[in-house]
Nanobody, 123 residues
Framework: QVQLVESGGGLVQAGDSLRLSCAAS????????MGWFRQALGKEREFVAA????????AYADFVKGRFTISRDNAKNTVYLQMNSLKPEDTAVYYC????????????????WGQGTQVTVSS
């Protein structure tokens, strides 16, 4: 079992920045990829970014390229999502997840999920 706890969400204005954190604990030795997804009210959960724990390789959704950066701190078992130039359409609950593949952009590629953290961007 792997436990994931997200933090760092909040209410900000358009153009502001936030950094989300996701701390992993438990049997994390088998993890390979960690990802961030988001789900806006009434919409499907969608891929945001992912990182391979060993190599640091990353993948991003087109709508966040150039604005969001995913990174990890191996010593702290923590993955981060730095979000800059936030837009009202970025408003959603953000979830982190861990999976056994190299890197994945689909929900089915992940086995464990955090509880989510709310990000609200006002115009």
């Amino acid at each position: 079992q792997v436990q994931l706890v997200e933090s760092g969400g909040g209410l900000v204005q358009a153009g502001d920045s936030l950094r989300l954190s996701c701390a992993a604990s438990g049997r994390t030795g088998s993890r390979y990829a960690m990802g961030w997804f988001r789900q806006a009210l009434g919409k499907e959960r969608e891929f945001v970014a992912a990182i391979n724990w060993s190599t640091g390789s990353t993948a991003y959704a087109d709508f966040v390229k150039g604005r969001f950066t995913i990174s990890r701190d191996n010593a702290k078992n923590t993955v981060y999502l730095q979000m800059n130039s936030l837009k009202p359409e970025d408003t959603a609950v953000y979830y982190c997840a861990v999976g056994g593949g190299f890197i994945a952009t689909m929900k089915t590629g992940y086995d464990y999920w955090g509880q989510g953290t709310q990000v609200t961007v006002s115009s």
